[in-house]
């Protein structure tokens, strides 16, 4: 079967689209999606590589320190004052960024190392220092940013383009290394503000303004110009139907549930003191680093912190995050799987976890998301993929060891790992 051969060639891909693998009802071309993405020409490099500003007693914040849990108490001023350390700083022409504001910004204040080059530890103390993200989901987030697009073995990986030679271990033997550009992998399609894959010709991770004004002008009508839950849900089910009528090669995997939890940092982490405060226009100019220019047309930027914010106060935990996933996806419920030609779709017909016939069931829980982004992340492969190459087994542990401490009570079914 030229399908499952081609899923053999990639290591990498193999750990992400088991499942793909065994797709009776999916033409065999949506397997192209699995392939690494054609690496950029050309990747900035910074030679002069700094680590994250290191933790200074002075100026705690949660306290994060070394990939650790942090106090998980929010509602503190960044950068605080006189934290010169943690002040913006643009981006040089040496330094990657890359498809999420998030991380841009955290880089642009050195939570994470200015080149964008960074690691397992710096993404879970950034995420909790800068915007109170609970722990357990730093934790995800970071694990599966590291095990679909960087380097287990280092811990290293490119917020941006493929810089292998910088996060590898070996300098790259096992593998291309994409970073977060890789497409399919953490990156997908229907993107709030980034094109999709197939449609910039395998390259678009870069903000593009027309999206943030049609983004903008859904919040207008739903919600008064606020990016607020109802916003983004309504935006999000525009970005699907319009990948659907335009993209040839859309997919829509359930790895996708991960671009409404992305949504949902706009109105959760985002506003001054998250959800207390207001998910405005200023608001996300600042995050996605975009502004107007006399055409009315929106032009990308570096990602900012605004003037005088507060991060959350209670943290943003794996709970919370899964809750605002199902809360968007049920206002407008999607079929998972993919084009096989424009206007052309096939929901994926067998299961993965809660999904059945393309879909999630009418009684999903916020904790059976939960345990689906596990499976994801710990990417159960079939025993008869992992003979290949021994890779997956290790990403698998690897994952495994990472996340297994946090899902101990979360009710799912954990992959074995070494360690436990
Ligand atoms: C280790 C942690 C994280 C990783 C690895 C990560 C990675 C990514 C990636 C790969 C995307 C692109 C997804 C797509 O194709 O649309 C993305 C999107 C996004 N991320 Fe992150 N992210 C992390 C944490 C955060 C945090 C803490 C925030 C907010 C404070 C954030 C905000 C966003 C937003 C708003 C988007 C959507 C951008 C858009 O679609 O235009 N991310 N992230
Ligand atoms: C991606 O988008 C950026 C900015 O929106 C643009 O400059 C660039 O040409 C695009 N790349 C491709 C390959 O379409
Ligand atoms: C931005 O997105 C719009 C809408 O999908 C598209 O027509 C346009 O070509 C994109 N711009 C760039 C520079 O990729
Ligand atoms: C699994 O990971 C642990 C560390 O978390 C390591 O000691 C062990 O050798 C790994 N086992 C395999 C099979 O990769």
Known sequence: MQSLSLILLSASAATAYPWVARQPGVDSSMLSRAQP?????????NAN??????????????????????????GIKV???????HAFQAPGPNDIRGPCPGLNAAANHNFLARDGVTTFAELVDAQQNLYNVGYDLATLLATLGVALDGDIGTG????????????????GVLGRQPGLNGHNKFEADTSLTRNDYFL???????????LFGNMKAVADRVSGGNFDRNALAAYRSQRYDESVQENPNFFFGPLSLLLFGASSFLYE???SYGPEGVPDLATMKSFFGTSQ???????????????????RRAAYTNNDVTLEI?????????????????????????????????KLPDDATAGDILCLLYQLATSSVPSSLTTVTNIPLSLINWSAGKLNPNFKNAGCALAPDQTS
């Open 200 to 210: 910039a010709n395998g390259d678009n991770y870069s903000f593009n303004g027309t």
């Open 293 to 311: 220019d006399s055409n009315g047309n929106w032009q990308a930027g570096p990602e900012k912190i605004p003037a005088n914010w507060f991060n």
């Open 79 to 85: 950068p605080a004052d006189g934290d010169t350390a």
């Open 326 to 358: 199902l809360a968007q996806y049920v206002q407008y419920p999607k079929l998972f799987g993919g084009n096989v030609g424009t206007n052309n779709f096939d929901a994926l017909s067998t299961p993965f976890g809660i999904i059945r016939d393309g």
């Open 269 to 271: 982490l985002f506003p």
């Open 49 to 74: 590589h700094q680590p994250a500003a290191p933790f200074n007693s002075k100026f705690p914040y949660t306290g994060a320190q070394n990939g650790l849990p942090g106090t998980q108490v929010g």
């Open 156 to 171: 290293k990986l490119s917020i941006g383009c493929d810089a292998t030679s910088r996060t590898a271990s070996l300098g």
């Open 37 to 45: 993405v054609k690496r950029q020409d050309t990747c900035p490099f």
